[in-house]
């Protein structure tokens, strides 16, 4: 660690020194992360999020880049079934060797068959949903319900690592409620049962998406295991990426809702760990352009009904961002015609407001 000044920071990660020895140097770490053969060449991911990290998006956040880019959670016995509307959410496209496809269930036998499918199409690593907290997943026991039975948990897990000889990742949550607090455990025995990456999402089950997530809490994962660890949880800039970093020691962060309309954070906090300052978040005609894009690949993706509502969420955070006006935020919104939306796509994006950083 390098320090400078009356009030020294690390010159790396401006990190203050009086915070020592807790303090790490982020930007002297290691920032690559190994997965068996495949190298992961940043530690910021994108987070698996249902109805929005589907494959047009994920093909553009890998556009600008990212370190690991994750499918939405693929239901694995619907999926094996061949129950419309699964597959394609597994589907893989640019970026191939950075995608993971996430298989949630609660059978081992489904889960091991979904496995073997995802990866005969090609994937090259698996991630396991054990942290989705909807009553829907959760009632089924699957997702964050299985923290409630680890030997169960571990079923599955072993289920996976058997059926396939691609790398397999977990998912999950600090525990179920504050009186179940068993990530690390789960995480070691994950561990010893062959997973190789494990990502924590600083929060338990039952507060869903309430107050703030725990990053400190995750440094008890970290110290259990010896696999890279993954702090995920509110974080949506540089400073939030350093923060979680530094309080759960874990080797990379996963982006959610924070990358909504910003599909270029991963590669901004990225550059940012690594000491560089990043100057490739598109403004004007080159952000309009870029939304027209991710507009037709939704189209092209789903067919124009289905692409056309799917995609509706995204230009509403692209119009957030540059402060659209409202009656043509609406105009686009409502508008069932490809033709008009394209028209007035480079009007709503590239005229108003600017993106800030
Ligand atoms: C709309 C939405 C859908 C999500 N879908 C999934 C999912 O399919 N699989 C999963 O493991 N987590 C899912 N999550 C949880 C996120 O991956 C992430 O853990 C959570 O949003 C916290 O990170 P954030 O604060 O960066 O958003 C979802 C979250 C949201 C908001």
Redesign the pocket.
């Known amino acids: 660690m390098l320090f400078r000044g009356q009030n020294p920071t690390c010159e790396h990660c401006n990190i203050p020194a009086p915070r020592l020895p807790e303090a790490k140097c982020i930007r002297i770490r290691q920032l690559t992360i190994q997965l068996a053969d495949i190298t992961l060449g940043s530690p910021v991911f994108l987070?698996?999020?249902?109805?929005?990290?589907d494959l047009p998006f994920r093909n553009l956040v890998q556009s600008f880049g990212g370190g690991l880019v994750?499918?939405?959670?693929v239901a694995s016995q619907e999926m094996v079934q061949a129950k419309p509307g699964t597959r394609e959410r597994a589907e893989l496209g640019f970026g191939l060797e950075n995608t993971a496809v996430?298989l949630?269930g609660r059978d081992a036998l489904w889960m091991a068959k979904a496995a073997h499918m995802v990866e005969a199409s090609g994937a090259r690593i698996i991630?396991i949903?054990?942290?989705?907290p909807a009553k829907k997943v959760t009632n089924g026991y699957s997702?964050s319900a299985l923290m409630k039975d680890l030997d169960h948990a571990l079923s599955l897990i072993e289920a996976v690592v058997a059926a396939v000889k691609i790398p397999v990742t977990l998912?999950t949550?600090l525990g179920w409620d504050d009186n179940l607090l068993n990530a690390a455990d789960l995480a070691r025995r994950a561990e010893e049962a062959g997973v190789q990456m494990i990502?924590i999402?600083g929060?338990t089950r039952c507060q869903f998406?309430k107050g703030s997530?725990d990053w400190q809490a995750i440094a008890a994962v970290k110290q259990a295991v010896s696999i890279p660890v993954i702090a995920?949880?509110?974080?949506?800039d540089l400073a939030s990426a350093r923060k979680a970093l530094r309080q759960s020691g874990a080797d990379g962060v996963?982006?959610?809702?924070?990358?909504q309309g910003r599909p270029w954070l991963l590669a901004e906090i990225a550059a940012g760990l690594d000491g560089r300052s990043y100057d490739g978040i598109p403004a004007g005609t080159d952000l309009a352009d870029m939304v027209a894009r991710h507009y037709q690949a939704a189209l092209d993706f789903y067919g124009p009904d289905l692409g056309g509502r799917v995609i509706r969420k995204h230009l509403g955070w692209y119009m957030d961002l540059v402060e659209t006006p409202s009656a043509l935020r609406k105009e686009i919104l409502t508008s069932k015609s490809p033709a008009t939306v394209l028209r007035l796509i480079p009007k709503a994006l590239a005229e108003y407001g600017s993106v800030a950083a």
């Open positions: 987070a698996p999020m249902a109805g929005i990290t994750v499918s939405e959670m996430q949630a991630d949903n054990m942290g989705c997702g998912k949550r990502t999402h929060r998406y997530a995920n949880g509110d974080i949506v996963m982006v959610g809702r924070g990358i």
